[in-house]
């Protein structure tokens, strides 16, 4: 695939238990760009975020990131390289306060934002600094989960579904706040169920459907491919 | 302070034998001795120093209670594992001090530092070997197993040296005692009070208040997501394990001058700690240290009140606990 890919999968396979999830999944993300896995429900790209991040207990295949083979690594180990998950539960964690939750990832590597910049990012979060992390609100806790992952260093972030459940106005405060990420050279990893909001910030995408990627294009050709998407999505 | 509350027991006993007997053979000198003396009658006769007494003792009891509770909860919280050889493993800390003493020479203070360091060792050697083969399996499980290590243990422990007591020492610097005026306080009973209180204090400072204490919290919560941000979360397991299991070493080492060194010391104070546990809330820092000294000092009161119940106290406050609060007094529903 492209050169500067920043990472690489190819043929995952992935298992909970003793259910098939993923059947060989390929793609890559290049350093820099906004990728986008795009799907029905149970389609696997959860489970793909999860296996890059050697969260799910049997995965198989090959995930290069920056040259390093990381699928026999634990997810330890995976996130000191450079990636980090805000997964879809968002998980704050409720005995933790905000400014614990933001706190909380250890810095892998230099380069991650400061704390002041990041809370110019999300100026809502300033003010509830001490709160227990489970009293925000939807969106707050959502912008806290993308917050905390952003002082590490970690170069790829991987988003799963921010937009669900949260409000139109806060949706395009989020949607600002990825172009300004992808702006200040953060790679992203995003999986949208939101095809219009997906449209606003992505690069290119990937069409995922039991467990496979069966399609792929770039923003620049979606217009010619929107038939076929809303055949995928259903929508 | 045991002797004390036989003798006061007997008194009692004695007093209400008397009455009986007088009522049962002289009616009428039973109704005047009883007309007399009912306002001094001696339940209602505060023996002030008997009651700080036991409300010492049950502050030493409080005392153990909260540092084992509080090594529950710790690896309750972490491992998901109800470690029912927390008793066996405070047994082995008192051993330790013994046999850092008869075989090594070393003194009290020596033990008090290596102690907890060579149970807490221990232990990460038995989380390393067996319990974190289990880390995703039911509770069930974890309780078999440490119910299994403490009963060999302590079998190995009564096999070679017998159910009796070995003895073990104060400190020269620690005995004697401090006449408060309405009571004598022991100077090495004070020490244990206040050293386990200063013991819990900093660990739920520690737990709570620290970053480090966060990511414990944090992985109680989701290990899979903490270790996803990179953190090493079974070697914080691991050493999580061993310092609840350190705490039971250092709570054995404080027990060994009080109570005698004995094979099933820990065996009969877990059950106590288990309710203690569950009063407070499962897995609970804060809960395990208050319900540890609260319920030392009831059991404590009710030595006083009514010797009788002095045993069964603690349960009957838990069953109370548990129709009002089902997830413990600080404890989160799940």
Same mark, same amino acid.
């Given at each position: 695939?492209?050169?500067?890919?920043?990472?690489?999968?190819?043929?995952?396979?992935?298992?909970?238990?003793?259910?098939?999830?993923?059947?060989?999944?390929?793609?890559?993300?290049?350093?820099?760009?906004?990728?986008?896995?795009?799907?029905?429900?149970?389609?696997?790209?959860?489970?793909?975020?999860?296996?890059?991040?050697?969260?799910?207990?049997? *995965? *198989?295949?090959?995930?290069?990131?920056?040259?390093?083979?990381?699928?026999?690594?634990?997810?330890?180990?995976?996130? *000191?390289?450079?990636?980090?998950?805000?997964?879809?539960?968002?998980?704050?964690?409720?005995?933790?306060?905000?400014?614990?939750?933001?706190?909380?990832?250890?810095?892998?590597?230099?380069?991650?934002?400061?704390?002041?910049?990041?809370?110019?990012?999300?100026?809502?979060? *300033?003010?509830?600094?001490?709160?227990?992390?489970?009293?925000?609100?939807?969106?707050?806790?959502?912008?806290?989960?993308?917050?905390?992952?952003?002082?590490?260093?970690?170069? /790829?972030?991987?988003?799963?579904?921010?937009?669900?459940?949260?409000?139109?106005?806060?949706?395009?405060?989020?949607?600002?706040?990825?172009?300004?990420?992808?702006?200040?050279?953060?790679?992203? /990893?995003?999986?949208?169920?939101?095809?219009?909001?997906?449209?606003?910030?992505?690069?290119?995408?990937?069409?995922?459907?039991?467990?496979?990627?069966?399609?792929?294009?770039?923003?620049?050709?979606?217009?010619?491919?929107?038939?076929?998407?809303?055949?995928?999505?259903?929508? | 302070?045991?002797?004390?509350?036989?003798?006061?027991?007997?008194?009692?006993?004695?007093?209400?034998?008397?009455?009986?007997?007088?009522?049962?053979?002289?009616?009428?000198?039973?109704?005047?001795?009883?007309?007399?003396?009912?306002?001094?009658?001696?339940?209602?006769?505060?023996?002030?120093?008997?009651?700080?007494?036991?409300?010492?003792?049950?502050?030493?009891?409080?005392?153990?209670?909260?540092?084992?509770?509080?090594?529950?909860?710790?690896?309750?919280?972490?491992?998901?594992?109800?470690?029912?050889?927390?008793?066996?493993?405070?047994?082995?800390?008192?051993?330790?001090?013994?046999?850092?003493?008869?075989?090594?020479?070393?003194?009290?203070?020596?033990?008090?530092?290596?102690?907890?360091? =060579?149970?807490?060792?221990?232990? =990460?050697?038995?989380?390393?070997?067996?319990?974190?083969?289990?880390?995703?399996?039911?509770?069930?499980?974890?309780?078999?197993?440490?119910?299994?290590?403490?009963?060999?243990?302590?079998?190995?422990?009564?096999?070679?040296?017998?159910?009796?007591?070995?003895?073990?020492? =104060?400190?020269?610097?620690?005995?004697?005692?401090?006449?408060?005026?309405?009571?004598?306080?022991?100077?090495?009973?004070?020490?244990?009070?206040?050293?386990?209180?200063?013991?819990?204090?900093?660990?739920?400072?520690?737990?709570?208040?620290?970053?480090?204490?966060?990511?414990?919290?944090?992985?109680?919560?989701?290990?899979?997501?903490?270790?996803?941000?990179?953190?090493?979360?079974?070697?914080?397991?691991?050493?999580?394990?061993?310092?609840?299991?350190?705490?039971?070493?250092?709570?054995?080492?404080?027990?060994?001058?009080?109570?005698?060194?004995?094979?099933?010391?820990?065996?009969?104070?877990?059950?106590?700690?288990?309710?203690?546990?569950?009063?407070?809330?499962?897995?609970?820092?804060?809960?395990?240290?208050?319900?540890?000294?609260?319920?030392?000092? =009831?059991?404590?009161?009710?030595?006083?009140?009514?010797?009788?119940?002095?045993?069964?106290?603690?349960?009957?406050?838990?069953?109370?606990?548990?129709?009002?609060?089902?997830?413990?007094?600080?404890?989160?529903?799940?």
């Amino acid at each position: 695939m492209s050169e500067a890919a920043l990472l690489n999968v190819k043929n995952l396979e992935a298992w909970y238990g003793e259910s098939h999830i993923l059947h060989g999944v390929d793609f890559s993300v290049r350093k820099g760009e906004v990728a986008t896995l795009l799907g029905r429900n149970g389609a696997g790209k959860t489970t793909t975020l999860k296996s890059i991040m050697g969260m799910v207990a049997k *995965r *198989r295949g090959s995930v290069i990131y920056e040259g390093v083979e990381t699928i026999g690594l634990s997810s330890d180990r995976i996130a *000191r390289l450079g990636i980090a998950i805000c997964p879809e539960e968002r998980g704050i964690f409720a005995s933790l306060d905000v400014r614990e939750n933001l706190l909380l990832p250890p810095k892998i590597k230099s380069g991650g934002l400061a704390i002041e910049s990041i809370l110019d990012l999300f100026p809502n979060l *300033r003010e509830r600094m001490s709160s227990q992390g489970t009293k925000l609100s939807g969106g707050e806790q959502q912008m806290l989960a993308i917050a905390r992952i952003l002082r590490t260093g970690a170069t /790829l972030l991987m988003l799963d579904e921010p937009t669900e459940g949260l409000a139109p106005v806060i949706i395009e405060q989020i949607g600002l706040t990825i172009k300004k990420l992808k702006e200040s050279g953060f790679t992203i /990893l995003l999986v949208e169920q939101n095809f219009r909001f997906a449209s606003t910030v992505a690069d290119r995408y990937f069409v995922m459907e039991h467990g496979k990627i069966i399609d792929t294009f770039a923003n620049s050709e979606l217009s010619a491919n929107m038939e076929k998407l809303h055949a995928y999505l259903g929508v | 302070m045991w002797g004390k509350r036989l003798n006061f027991r007997v008194w009692i006993r004695g007093a209400a034998l008397t009455r009986r007997f007088l009522a049962e053979t002289t009616p009428s000198l039973a109704l005047r001795e009883r007309a007399a003396h009912q306002p001094s009658l001696p339940m209602f006769a505060i023996n002030t120093s008997a009651l700080f007494g036991q409300l010492l003792v049950g502050l030493i009891n409080g005392s153990f209670y909260a540092l084992l509770s509080l090594g529950l909860a710790v690896i309750f919280g972490l491992l998901n594992i109800i470690n029912f050889a927390h008793g066996a493993l405070f047994m082995m800390g008192a051993f330790c001090a013994y046999f850092l003493l008869n075989l090594a020479g070393v003194g009290y203070w020596g033990a008090l530092v290596l102690t907890p360091v =060579i149970v807490g060792a221990f232990g =990460i050697f038995l989380e390393r070997t067996m319990l974190h083969r289990l880390a995703n399996l039911d509770h069930l499980y974890g309780l078999l197993l440490t119910f299994g290590l403490a009963l060999i243990i302590q079998g190995l422990f009564q096999n070679y040296f017998g159910s009796s007591g070995l003895p073990y020492a =104060i400190p020269p610097e620690l005995t004697g005692a401090q006449n408060l005026g309405f009571m004598f306080l022991p100077n090495y009973r004070a020490w244990v009070v206040v050293l386990s209180a200063i013991v819990c204090f900093a660990t739920w400072f520690a737990i709570e208040k620290t970053s480090l204490g966060a990511l414990l919290r944090a992985a109680t919560e989701n290990p899979a997501l903490v270790r996803a941000f990179g953190v090493n979360v079974p070697r914080m397991i691991t050493l999580a394990y061993g310092f609840g299991v350190g705490l039971a070493g250092l709570a054995g080492v404080l027990a060994a001058p009080i109570n005698q060194v004995r094979p099933l010391m820990g065996a009969d104070l877990i059950i106590v700690v288990f309710a203690v546990v569950v009063i407070g809330g499962m897995g609970s820092i804060l809960g395990s240290i208050v319900t540890g000294f609260a319920l030392g000092v =009831i059991e404590g009161l009710t030595k006083y009140i009514y010797p009788e119940a002095s045993n069964t106290v603690v349960f009957v406050v838990m069953a109370l606990v548990l129709m009002v609060k089902p997830a413990g007094l600080f404890g989160r529903a799940s």
